[in-house]
């Protein structure tokens, strides 16, 4: 399985409610209908460990695919990057992770 677990925070000057219903209704649905989508998940990051330290991202979307050629097929097509360009600019800092499930339940 390939998983793409991406953090990011908000743009400068960008209303985090208004994010919230936007990312939770139209892109949530967006992302459901990307093919062979297996999980999707969108969540709001509150703390980290060790106690005290601060988060370096406020958001994390977790996407799961069931092989490498179908998340290439997916995530890589010109109509996908296209819509990523445009949502980037909703988030500031980001990063994208791109790895392979080996072990898990």
Do not use: C, H
Not at 47 to 56: K, L, M, Q, V, Y
Not at 92 to 99: E, H, L, R
Request: net charge negative.
């Amino acid at each position: 399985m390939i998983r793409l677990t991406v953090l990011y925070n908000l743009a400068e000057g960008y209303d985090e409610q208004a994010f919230v219903e936007w990312r939770t209704a139209e892109q949530n649905k967006y992302v459901d209908s990307m093919s062979g989508v297996l999980r999707n998940e969108f969540s709001r990051i509150d703390d980290i460990s060790p106690d005290r330290t601060i988060p370096n991202y406020r958001f994390q979307t977790v996407v799961d695919w069931p092989d490498r050629k179908t998340f290439e097929a997916a995530f890589y097509s010109n109509a996908a990057q296209d819509k990523l360009d445009e949502d980037r600019k909703k988030i500031g800092d980001q990063v994208f992770i791109v790895s392979e499930i080996i072990a898990g339940k």
